[in-house]
């Protein structure tokens, strides 16, 4: 694996990129029918990367066409297992032999360092591809007990035509969690990425396509939400929406579905993950992970440990080791390898965060460090990690999904109130326990109302676990064998012998 190693190199690499800015529908790539086209540019610098197409309902009408038109003819449902399982598998290789050139376009879209791009991103993409690679010929089907006589089968079926609508934060990662199971279970996508970065998703297009993927099964559809994702939304022939992305959006979806053909949305929506630490934690390592767990991807992370519950014992000793991290973060250009926070998606996602960093002041909370710009010589959307303490789960820095580099620090007395405090939320996607006692462990990670409970550890994970929400966090479940049920239909066929 190659490593980027300085950042002349990544600059000179970056030189050589090649970026595509047309929709691709039915195996090429074309212009938005209106002929539209937006500004694409990077948070890195404010500078403009590339003209994107702006694609609207014609689009996806063209698309949908095209993704009905491949699933009715069968040539992706219908082919062996085995076979899917090598197409998919050829897509998983192309993956990986342009993995420098994914981790490049997702950073210079979205800012992410490139060292996490490559080594993080890139390398659960490829897992997630090749895990699902390898399922259709491993799957059964089932037959029901029903006793003599009769032949009852359970099997299960492609949904038909998939609408995968995708954030910007992990852009290759949140398309890949979707198109890994709809692909493997035979179902024709179209997806959209965030107008904020759409790169990385055309590029995967093209290569699943070299690598066999049939026309029309993969398609992506590059424009605005109110656009693009309202017309997939509405649209009569998309059998199922799989969302990742705000909370108001998610709800928008399941309106779109009531006032349409009532197709099955799945959401995977926002959080505040309550990090909570009780006195009898490993303090150094809960508050090490505490601080770069807020910083990493510049906070733009659905289950940030973004509230961190801390009993008031150990309060000002783990205080102290959260802002000595917090102070070796190097905020900076995404494209040097040495940096380990790189920029804020875009200007308006910037001004959110600064708007929150002065909310956190005006009611009440103390502001410990951060929150202001750093240096950087380029014309990005920069801020350094902030620290609040005094935060209260009223005040709107504890409670409302600030998806930035912003903690906020709420102080409790025991067990109960930690795990009272951290479930007063409507959301219900991460949370974390960090205790030595194991009984303690087991106790209130059963009694925290979260998708995944991460103990003495943050953000561990593999793709052979379900991750989803609990309340408005969501519904459904992305990755492991349970994604698969969001894209197949369950069928009984009762025969009498
Ligand atoms: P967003 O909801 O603004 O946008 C997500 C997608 O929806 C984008 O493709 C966007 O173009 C589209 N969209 C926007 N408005 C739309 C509309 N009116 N109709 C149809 N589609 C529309 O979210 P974002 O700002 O891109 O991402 C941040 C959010 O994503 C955060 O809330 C974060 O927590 C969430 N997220 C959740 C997970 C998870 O797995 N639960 C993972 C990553 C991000």
New binding site residues.
Partial sequence: MKKFLDKSTVLKMKECLTVKGQAFINGNFVDAASGKTYDNLSPRDGQLINQVAATDTVDVDRAVTAARGVFEAGSWRNMAPKDRKKVMLRFADLYEKHADELALLETIDMGKPITDSRNIDVNVVLETLQWYAECPDKIYDEIAPTGQGTLAMITREPIGVVGA??????PML?AA?KLGPALASGNSVIL?????SPLTALRMAELATEAGIPDGVLNVLP????T???S??MHMDIDCVA????????K??MQ?SGQSNMKNVWL????KGPNVVLADADVRKAAERAATGICFNQG????APSRLVVEEKIKDEFLEIVLETMRSVRTGDPLDPQTTMGAIVDAE?LARVRSYISKGQEEGAKLLLGGDTPETNLDGYYVNPAIFDAVTNEMSIGRE?I?GPVLSVITVRSEEEAIKVANDTPFG?GANIWTRDLSRAHRVSRALRAGTVWVNNHDQSDITVP???FKQ??NGR?KSLHALDKYTELKTTWIEL
Avoid at 165 to 170: A, E, H, K, L, R
Avoid at 192 to 196: F, S
Wanted: charge should be negative; aromatic fraction near 18%; proline fraction near 6%.
């Fill in positions: 609508v995708v954030p910007w934060n992990f949140m969690w959209k990425p965030a107008e904020q424009g605005f939400g109110p693009a994702g309202k997939i939304g969302f990742t992305g705000s909370g108001t959006v998610g928008l979806f779109y995977e929506c926002g959080g733009e992370v659905c289950c996602q999904e998806f996607l991750f989803g929400g966090s969501g992305d």
